[in-house]
């Protein structure tokens, strides 16, 4: 059974950090792209950043680039997401993904087939 959980969530002040974990299992991942999105309430899915499983390409959306930081252990099967110098607009709940597909889709959530639970991320002012 392929499963993504995820930890690290939790309640920070602004300007803090949180890394968020996500452990995959069930399935060789070598050749997925592993992403996080993040849901605000009443908004929709967005996309934070990707990293593919094989060559650790990477991409982050702009409103966190210079701030987070995705990165993978393949000992472990798990991929991080170092989140730094948080703040307020930044609370949501934080959803880790894995999917295939060309670079071009590799921030559009419906190229993501799998998804863990999400954990809460709360930055407070």
């Known amino acids: 059974q392929v499963q993504l959980v995820e930890s690290g969530g939790g309640l920070v002040q602004a300007g803090g950090s949180l890394r968020l974990s996500c452990a995959a299992s069930?399935?060789?991942?070598?050749?997925?792209?592993m992403g996080w999105f993040r849901q605000a309430p009443g908004k929709e899915r967005d996309f934070v950043a990707a990293i593919r499983w094989g060559d650790g390409y990477t991409r982050y959306a702009d409103s966190v680039k210079g701030r987070f930081t995705i990165s993978r252990d393949n000992a472990k099967d798990t991929v991080y997401l170092q989140m730094n110098s948080l703040k307020p607009l930044d609370t949501a709940v934080y959803y880790c993904?894995?999917?295939?597909?060309?670079?071009?889709?590799?921030?559009?959530?419906?190229?993501?087939?799998?998804w863990g639970q999400g954990t809460q991320v709360t930055v407070s002012s």
């Open positions: 993904a894995a999917g295939l597909g060309p670079i071009a889709t590799i921030s559009n959530y419906r190229r993501y087939d799998t």
């Open positions: 069930g399935r060789t991942f070598s050749s997925y792209t």
